[in-house]
C-alpha cells in the first residue's frame, strides 16, 4: 500500500497570528510536523498543502512538495476532506502519484510522540478500518462532571452518581496527533453534507496519554508548547553525559 502524509497549514489564525511560522525554540512551528512526517517509516511521500508562502518557502527546504490551495478552501469555514481531496487529485495530476492511504498531519502541532504517525498507519494496515484516529483520554473535563447554566442556575449535563474521578466510564476525545483515512473512504464521501463522513463507518483509535500532543490554538498552548520540548531537550542532553 502506498501512503501520502498530508500536512495541511493555511494561512490566518485569530488565536496565535501567523502561528504555523511562528518561530518556536530555533524553528518554525510547522517545521516540527514536517519533520515529525519525514521521519515516519510508514509514509512514502510527503506533501504540503498551504496558501501561505512563508510556509511553502519553509517545505521547500525540506525538499518538500507543495500544492498551492485554494483561497475557498482556506477559510476558516473550509473542511479540511475538501482539501485533502484537492491535494490528492494535485499530486496525482502533477507527480502521477496515487496513495492508498492519507495521513493528515496538521501544521501547528509541534509536540507529538515520536512513533506516533506509524502507530496510526500501521493500525490502518492491519485492521483494514477506513480510518484511524490518535486519542487521549478526556480526563477532568469528562461529560459526566459537566454542568448547563440557565440564568446562573448550574444543572448537571448528563444525571449521574459518578463522583470520583476513577470510577468515570473511560472516554476519549480525538488530540489531532496523527490520522490516516484510506483514499477509498476521502473520495467515495465528496457529496455527503455531513463534514465527518470521510472518516468512513470502521473508525479506529490508537490511545496517547492526555499531554502527549499540543495542538497550538492560543498562546498558552505555544507557552505549553515552548515548556515541553525545552524539558525532552534537557532529558536527551541529560542521557548523553
Known amino acids: 500500500m502506498r501512503t501520502m502524509g498530508i500536512i495541511t497549514a493555511r494561512a490566518g489564525s485569530r488565536g496565535v497570528p501567523g502561528k504555523n511560522i511562528r518561530e518556536l525554540r530555533d524553528k518554525p512551528v510547522v517545521a516540527y510536523t514536517m519533520e515529525a512526517a519525514l521521519a515516519a517509516n510508514t509514509i512514502d511521500r510527503v506533501v504540503v498543502t498551504t496558501n501561505d508562502s512563508s510556509v511553502s518557502t ?40 496515487l496513495a492508498d492511504i492519507i495521513v493528515l498531519l496538521y501544521a501547528n502541532i509541534p509536540v507529538r510522540t515520536h512513533n506516533i504517525v ?9 485492521s483494514g478500518a477506513d480510518s484511524v ?6 480526563g477532568k473535563f469528562h461529560p459526566y462532571w459537566l454542568y448547563k447554566l440557565e440564568n446562573d442556575r448550574a444543572t448537571v449535563y448528563i444525571e449521574n452518581n459518578v463522583y470520583r474521578r476513577q ?18 473512504s476521502l473520495m467515495d464521501s465528496a457529496e455527503e453534507s455531513d463534514p465527518h ?7 479506529r483509535a490508537v490511545l496517547q496519554e492526555t499531554h502527549d500532543t499540543v495542538d497550538i490554538d492560543s498562546l498558552r498552548d505555544f507557552y505549553l508548547a515552548e515548556a515541553i520540548l525545552r524539558e525532552k531537550a534537557e532529558e536527551e542532553l541529560k542521557s548523553l553525559t
Open 197 to 203: 463522513a470521510f472518516w468512513g463507518t470502521d473508525r
Open 133 to 138: 484516529q490518535s486519542m487521549a483520554p478526556v
Open 167 to 184: 470510577t468515570l466510564p473511560p472516554l476519549y476525545s480525538i488530540d489531532g496527533a496523527a490520522a490516516a483515512v484510506t483514499f477509498k
Open 58 to 97: 519553509i517545505a521547500q527546504e525540506y525538499n518538500l512538495a507543495v500544492i498551492d490551495r485554494p483561497d475557498h478552501l482556506a477559510t476558516d469555514s473550509a473542511r479540511i476532506d475538501d482539501a485533502l481531496r484537492h491535494c490528492c487529485l494535485e499530486v496525482s495530476r502533477e507527480y502521477g502519484f
Open 118 to 126: 506509524d502507530r496510526v498507519v500501521d493500525k490502518i494496515i492491519e
